[in-house]
T-cell receptor
Framework: TQLLEQSPQFLSIQEGENLTVYCNSS?????LQWYRQEPGEGPVLLVT?????EVKKLKRLTFQFGDARKDSSLHITAAQPGDTGLYLC??????????FGKGTLLTVNP | DSGVTQTPKHLITATGQRVTLRCSPR?????VYWYQQSLDQGLQFLIQ???????AKGNILERFSAQQFPDLHSELNLSSLELGDSALYFC?????????FGPGTRLTVL
């Protein structure tokens, strides 16, 4: 069974701070996706990384896929209250089936 | 708006009952995925359909079943409901490797 562990589980910071959340597994995935989910909504895809060592930037968000394609990180620079939400990583496998981590609940306080 | 619709948004029922959750995928998407999200288990993959055929199965209980109809909408049937079935149920659709999630159905079993 492929498992993805995310850390930290909860993170509460002040506006303007930087943060990094992690997604780790003992399994290799063909791709790694990051989603953000707000209360009462479904997860929304932020980025997909497929190549070991790949780094992608989305405005203030930087995503990195580990060289061995088993782990990933999400770094947010100068966090804003609008970044508040549940951040989920998901590993891609066959038939586009996704295995999700339990998420990091981020709260950015004004 | 992801383009995926789910009904109903909320459902409250009693133990032992049966319910049907409905999902309409994005226009043109042939794949439909069902997920269950609970606080302790996170987002769990249940089942995938592709163009009417079952493609992959995850942690779906025998009391649960699903189908995809010729117009590509899908239904998830949950029977002999137990308190532990209370959760958010999400449907996602895809035309490739990106899954788009609906807003979910919140099921409460009393």
């Amino acid at each position: 069974t492929q498992l993805l562990e995310q850390s930290p589980q909860f993170l509460s910071i002040q506006e303007g701070e930087n943060l990094t959340v992690y997604c780790n597994s003992s399994s290799v995935f063909s791709s790694l996706q990051w989603y953000r989910q707000e209360p009462g909504e479904g997860p929304v895809l932020l980025v997909t990384v497929v190549t070991g060592g790949e780094v992608k930037k989305l405005k203030r968000l930087t995503f990195q896929f580990g060289d061995a394609r088993k782990d990933s990180s999400l770094h947010i620079t100068a966090a804003q209250p609008g970044d508040t939400g549940l951040y989920l990583c998901a590993g891609g496998g066959s038939n586009y089936k996704l295995t999700f981590g339990k998420g990091t609940l981020l709260t950015v306080n004004p | 708006d992801s383009g995926v619709t789910q009904t109903p948004k909320h459902l409250i029922t009693a133990t032992g009952q049966r319910v049907t959750l409905r999902c309409s995928p994005r226009s043109g998407d042939l794949s439909v995925y069902w997920y269950q999200q609970s606080l302790d288990q996170g987002l769990q993959f249940l089942i995938q359909y592709y163009n009417g055929e079952e493609r992959a199965k995850g942690n779906i209980l025998e009391r649960f079943s699903a189908q995809q109809f010729p117009d590509l909408h899908s239904e998830l049937n949950l029977s002999s409901l137990e308190l532990g079935d209370s959760a958010l149920y999400f449907c996602a659709s895809s035309g490739g490797d990106t899954q788009y999630f609906g807003p979910g159905t919140r099921l409460t079993v009393l």
